[in-house]
């Protein structure tokens, strides 16, 4: 194994953000960094565009320009006073980070992650590869290298990130298992329980935490399934009444190990706070010495994966000869 020591505590939050406030969130992002690290976690996660929150809008009606553009003003730019401050927040109290994003790209806004290790180094970033239906509103789509969603991180072994509904997508999925990861977090949004006759269970508390729960059986991790919680305050700012973003609530973080079973208690769906456990790295030995979906459970001879990992930039340089094939 990677890591370097036999347990690891961690720590996923379940908290609300300073809506559409970017130096409120991440005033409070540094606040739960420093409580995690005081209780002895080594790494502690944040939900699905935790700064500067989820833009639950677009589910009650698909063009608002007032809150986009307050949006796009508060998110975040990776190379920024903001992203630094939570970066230094990190090394200040020797605690890795697993930080979800609004990234503000030259004003194009992007669902993204990145890992910060204990010394403050951003170790990956990555952007959701597509986002989900009314997301396609506000964020665009990733290219190839966020696919590099595994990095190694010291202290902790191989850490990897997917965003929401990415936990349902098969080729991603096999793809970061491919990739060794022995601690993944699933970043998602408020999700709410689910009511009979209205939307989807897949979308629902219920679903997303058992898409949660399949990954770690499937790819024999242990999930730090993180979400965040919605007030009666950001409902009204965005007038998501009868939507699945009006109803205060949709906490429902989790921690589960690599064979499924719940490590971590429930807060109720209203609460912020911090779930913690400790990681036992021998259990990822037993899940894999049962099953190891890219390993000695695989059959490469008749199934594989074909992968284009590159950035695609929208202007490249093309060489001599290439005229006519593909980027």
């Known amino acids: 194994m990677g890591s370097q020591a036999p347990t690891i505590k961690v720590a996923v939050t379940q908290a609300e953000p300073a809506w559409f406030d970017l130096d409120g969130t991440v005033a409070k992002t540094c606040k739960l960094i ?9 790494l502690v996660t944040f939900p699905e565009v935790w700064l500067p929150g989820y833009p639950a809008w677009i589910w009650a009606r698909p063009v608002d320009f007032a809150l986009s553009t307050e949006y796009t003003k508060n998110s975040l730019k990776i190379d920024s006073p903001q992203m630094q401050m939570i970066r230094d927040c990190a090394a200040e109290n020797n605690i890795a980070v697993c930080l979800g994003f609004s990234e503000n790209a030259d004003n194009s806004l992007y669902i ?54 990415e936990h349902l997508q098969p080729l991603l999925k096999y793809h970061t298992c491919l990739l060794k990861e022995e601690i993944h977090v699933g970043a998602w949004p408020p999700v709410i329980p689910y ?12 679903g997303c935490r058992n898409l949660s729960r399949t990954f770690a059986i499937e790819s024999q991790t242990f999930v730090l399934h993180t979400t965040a919680i919605i007030g009666p305050a950001a409902i009204e700012k965005m007038g998501t009444q009868g939507t699945m973003f009006g109803v205060h609530g949709g906490g429902s973080s989790a921690i589960f190990g690599p064979d499924g079973r719940q490590l971590s208690e429930d807060l109720e769906q209203t609460e912020e706070g911090i779930l913690y456990a400790e990681l036992d790295f021998d259990e990822v030995l037993r899940s894999k010495s049962f099953v190891d979906v890219v390993g000695h459970y695989s059959r490469p001879d008749l199934l594989w994966l074909g992968v284009d990992d590159r950035q695609k930039l929208p202007v490249r340089p093309q060489q001599d000869g290439e005229v006519g094939k593909k980027a």
Not at 34 to 42: I, L, R
């Open 34 to 42: 420093k409580e995690a690290a005081s209780n002895g976690a080594k």
């Open 112 to 165: 993204s992650q990145a890992i910060i290790g204990a010394d403050g180094s951003i170790k990956m970033a990555r952007r959701k590869l597509k986002p989900t239906h009314m997301e396609r509103t506000v964020f665009g789509d990733a290219t190839g290298d966020s696919l590099n969603n595994v990095v190694d991180v010291e202290g902790l072994g191989k850490v990897g990130a997917l965003a929401c509904w």
């Open 195 to 206: 009511v009979a006759g209205q939307g989807l269970w897949s979308m629902s508390r219920e």
